[in-house]
């Protein structure tokens, strides 16, 4: 089956059709016609098997999940998902994988209103590169700099899940079975905070999004913003399985270093701490102030009001 | 090494700092501000290595193609190139191949002015993904619908150099040695026709860059724009190096099935025939007419004036 075959049969199916694409799949290039006082925010991430995802994952989950981290990335920066393009390198065609692979990824893009507009699809070992783009108002972008010292640091969500599940899919960390679905799901379809970036628009200084675990993106936060941070582990939000699978110690760690949790990680000046409270309440997105940032220009963490280094709680406990 | 530790060192050395760059690499996103009454063109190509380009490949030439096959489909648009997004999987930290990969890569996008966006840097077998942008005048991209029965069948430069190079690497063919190195350049290092495009777009009713060899691509068009052609076979333009290595047959061949050669293949009406000659003589780009559209949705080829099924001049020959 020739390339563009199979780029027609899977790939043609979407239901998305926006009003500024002018020329979709199937020439050269794709053309875009996006409104004017727009700035385009653009992605990129690529999940190679057996690095990002368990050889075994269902491909509806991998379809989810290669659209999920780039519109992750767009959330952060504040914007509305617009377009993708999908490069897919695949061992042979395998027409059920295929299907459900497109499924995953139409899923979500139906969900945001996002349209696939081109890609190619390559034999070789299995991996998917998704670029994705996105529209934000002009000059309005959120980005990792703009913190201040004084700030309040929030997270969106709970951290550590995904981290959990990757852990028990090792043999490392047990789960109630009853619950071992429900925290894959945390690891296999995650929600990237779409909603929430653009809320946060009007009241963040600075915003990440959540892929390398909270302690290496406060970072990238913290040095892009020239500032530090405290952050109070007691106020990590955890899960309840977590909580009940791991001991605190345990299960703070995962949620400090453990990557995968799509959540938003993002810095409030005290002034819009209540409007951005009452905003992202209105839309039913928990969010939870985790520390404050200070002009240290290092990140330390607290206990108990104690000052606790993230090491003497078992910070590499977890990692191989 | 991390990844953004690798992306910083091997991909921040560019030279390019375009003004509608409003974010480049280091966020969550880049953020664009394209300017208005522009259309923006999007293209996405992955080479995956031992399938795309041999092994052994130069570092310095992947790097320049994976660019190259991307500004060569900007290009059949008749845009100008701006913005590309790299991903690259490679095994291994090389540093010595990062760096001449780059070069490869920021050579191309300097010559275009070309700035690179952002990407993602991840670990696996080595394959490489762009996706590259640029901006042509709002409603006057070029595509493969358009063209007319009755409309002429041009091609820019000669034909068949790149697969040549591949039958030579493969054993299958012989090459002077004093040409090898020539040859072999034009498989490694393509040239996209990104002046000639832009140029087109003034003339041509349809155009795309042939990638897959010249009787696919024209099928493309032909299929694209409800035609059929007929391609004077003796009109073919072939290199000396190409006339001299191969039976005309064979280099004919080569050059209708044999893919990679980055040219444009374009179609314009009689009426445009000469303004197109002139003005892409100006510009000292060779183009030569090798056949004509007609109403019968099919592709015949004639040679010595007489029809000359293309199976009968051995279009398997080269194939495995």
Known sequence: MKEFELIKQFFSKQSVSRKDVVLGIGDDCAVLAP???????????????GVHFPLDTNPKAIG????????????AMGAKPSWISLAITVPEVDEAWLEAF??????LCEFYNVQLIGGDTTQGPLSITIT?????PKNSHLSRSGAKAGDWLYVTGNLGDAALALQNILGKAEIDP????KIRSKLDYPKPRVLGGQILREYATSAIDLSDGLIADLGHI???????????????PLSTIMRNSLLTEDAINLALSGGDDYELLFTVSEDNKV???????HAAIPVTCIGQLNASQTISTTLNN???????????????
Chains 1, 2 share one sequence.
């Open 306 to 320: 104690k000052p606790t280094p993230i090491n003497t709680v078992g910070f590499e406990h977890f990692s191989e």
């Open 275 to 281: 409007g951005m409270e009452t905003a992202m309440s």
């Open 132 to 136: 994705a783009q996105g529209l934000v």
């Open 102 to 107: 497109s499924e995953g990824v139409f899923e």
């Open 178 to 181: 009853e619950f071992t679905d």
């Open 35 to 49: 409104i004017e006082n727009q700035n385009i925010v653009v992605t990129t991430d690529t999940l190679v098997a």
């Open 64 to 75: 989810h999940k290669a659209v999920a981290v780039n519109l992750s990335d767009i959330a």
């Open 222 to 236: 913290c040095q892009a913003s020239n500032v530090g941070a405290n952050v109070v582990l007691d106020a990590i």
